[in-house]
């Protein structure tokens, strides 16, 4: 248990799997990473539709995506003031692309021991449903994931 991922969208779930996963390391002396995805519409999905996206909007892609990459690591770095990390090695990764993807890239390029994640993030609407990020890391992850309710 030398090395513990969890991924965070800013919901009170995922905040208290970073909890979570921060008293584990205490016990297990783990480090803690946590990673934060974003993710813009891609330009395959208007051409699907034969929509015609502007130039302008190519060129604001960039931009936007850099915007939010700021943002993300701002939310991440509040996050990260709120948690009692004493004595534990935290870190913080921001990536880009579809969220479960780059999740179970990391937890396997970086050889994860564990993944703590909430059980529903911001698109929360009925209790009865694990989120779907969930459920791909669940099914897939080389490792064990621990979930944790909001
Ligand atoms: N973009 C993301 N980046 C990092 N972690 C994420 C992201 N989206 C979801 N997660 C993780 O997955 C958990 C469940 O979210 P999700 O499966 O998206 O549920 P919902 O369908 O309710 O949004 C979150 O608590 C968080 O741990
Ligand atoms: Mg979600």
């Known amino acids: 248990m030398k090395k513990i991922l969890v991924p965070i969208d800013g919901s009170k779930a995922s905040r208290k ?11 297990f ?16 999905k208007y ?6 996206v502007q130039n302008a909007f190519y060129a604001n892609r960039k931009e936007m995506l850099k ?17 009692d990390y004493a004595d534990i090695k935290l870190d913080k990764i921001v990536l880009e692309g579809v969220a479960y993807e780059q999740i179970l890239n990391l ?3 970086e050889n994860f021991d564990l993944i703590v994640m909430g059980r529903r993030g911001f698109s929360h609407i009925e209790r009865f449903f694990i989120g779907s990020v969930t ?13 944790v309710n909001e």
């Not at 970073?18 to 390391?25: D, R, T």
């Open 29 to 44: 002396g783990s480090e803690v990473k946590l990673v934060t995805v974003v993710n813009l519409p891609s330009e395959e």
């Open 135 to 147: 459920q791909r890391v669940i099914s897939d992850a080389h490792c064990p994931v621990l979930v």
């Open 47 to 52: 051409a699907f539709f034969g929509v015609n």
């Open 107 to 109: 937890s396997k390029e």
């Open 67 to 83: 915007e939010l990459i700021t943002q993300e690591s701002k939310m991440l770095k509040s996050i990260i003031n709120t948690l």
């Open 17 to 27: 799997a970073a909890e979570q996963a921060i008293s584990i390391a205490k016990q």
